[in-house]
């Protein structure tokens, strides 16, 4: 998988104007925060239109403002965790999981259901509500949720950060478990050293609205 | 149990029936406009806004005779109507009907206004990302996040129809079988001599169907409330 993204735009006081390439299975965007790194996600997931910007997943564009092109973003098929799992509050954790699922164009859903319970061992959670989960099962079944809807790429902004130490590192193993065992490739957002050390083949830096480098 | 007389009887269906048609009619409608007023931004919101909540506020014999002078047989919209489909509504039920959703409708956008602003967008955000559509959006997440308000809405609405009496008599009238309500059954009582008793009976039939509709509508709002928050 190779990404391309560039972006400028300007959101209040702040200017995010960045650009990188990579073709890692893990990329993680690091930096301080405010540095711009969600912003710039979200324009890659089609939920921030930038003034100006480039957005492509294997040479395809979903968004290239010079030609005019600006795929809506849940014609996208980029899976995305939030910082805070944005579970759907009206559906059991089985049917968080499969919401996305019936989106997927059928010959597109190579995510099984089976595979991808087991891999975060969600299976003892699939009837609960979602206000029966601590923070760490619930940040497991939004990472389940996005990957059944079989996306291209998949997005996590800070999965970790609203969780506290021990949970951290319950859901941690689950996330080398997804780099080891899946060939998703995955965009990383954090502002850990030692996540991103843990877990990143390529880092790309940020701070206040830039990339500043990028080590592979 | 008082025994009521055919008359009465016949004055609370027709009741119940004009106050659940005009409920089901201005439904659709309340979440259409509920939706622009609490997501959009646009020149003449705070007129839409200021017109959805004209009624509550104009005498109901104002409101009333507008719509005897826009749907009557000689107004724009009733001759319209009466020429296009053979429908007629001064002085007929659906009449009666359209008087109470008009009346009603205030309280049915504001309920759902208020439930639309509260839910949190950014789940609408994360099902976008999952591949939904706007529409799948709002039929699988928004709705059913607002539904307690669409429903406590609903009953007011209801409860505010079943209540209705000068837009009513004024559009049209009180014929008894037709448009003779209950309210407009009471206060004929009221204008006969021996009237009294039946006056009091359907006061007191009255005050139970409001008194229920309102503990339903808490009721059936926090059952649902809790279900759509996931407890």
Known sequence: MSLEVKALTRLGDFTLDAEFATDGKITAIFGPSGAGKTSLINVIAGLIEPERGRVAVDGTALLDTERGIDIAAHKRRIGYVFQESRLFPHLTVRQNLLYGRWFAPRELRQASFEEVTDLLDLGPLLHRGTRQLSGGEKQRAAIGRALLASPRLLLLDEPLSSLDEARKQEVMPFLERLRDHTRMPIIYVSHSVAEVERLANTIVFMDAGRVTGIKQ | ?231
Request: proline fraction near 6%.
């Open chain 2, 1 to 231: 149990m008082p025994t009521l007389t055919p008359e009465e009887l016949t004055a609370i269906k027709l009741s119940l029936r004009v106050a659940a048609v005009a409920t089901l009619f201005a439904l659709p409608f309340g979440v259409a406009i509920a939706l622009v007023l609490a997501r959009t931004r646009f020149y003449g919101r705070a007129l839409l806004n200021a017109l959805v909540l004209l009624p509550l506020v104009l005498p109901p014999v104002v409101t009333g005779y507008v719509l005897l002078l826009l749907f009557g047989k000689q107004g724009p919209i009733g001759r319209w109507l009466y020429d296009s489909f053979g429908i007629v509504l001064a002085f007929r039920w659906t009449g009666a009907a359209l008087a109470c959703a008009i009346m009603g409708f205030p309280l049915l956008v504001r309920a759902i206004q208020l439930a639309i602003e509260a839910v949190d967008t950014r789940l609408e955000q994360a099902a976008s990302t999952l591949g939904a559509s706007r529409s799948w959006v709002f039929l699988t997440v928004t709705l059913p996040l607002i539904a307690p308000g669409i429903i406590a809405g609903a009953i007011l609405c209801f409860a505010r129809a079943m209540g209705e009496f000068g837009a009513t008599i004024t559009f049209v009238s009180n014929i008894p079988g037709e448009t003779q309500t209950l309210p407009t059954l009471i206060y004929t009582f009221t204008q006969v001599p021996g009237g009294n008793a039946g006056a009091f009976r359907l006061t007191l039939i009255s005050l139970a169907i409001s008194l229920g509709a309102i503990l339903a509508a808490e009721g059936i709002a926090q059952a649902v409330g809790r279900r759509v928050r996931g407890q």
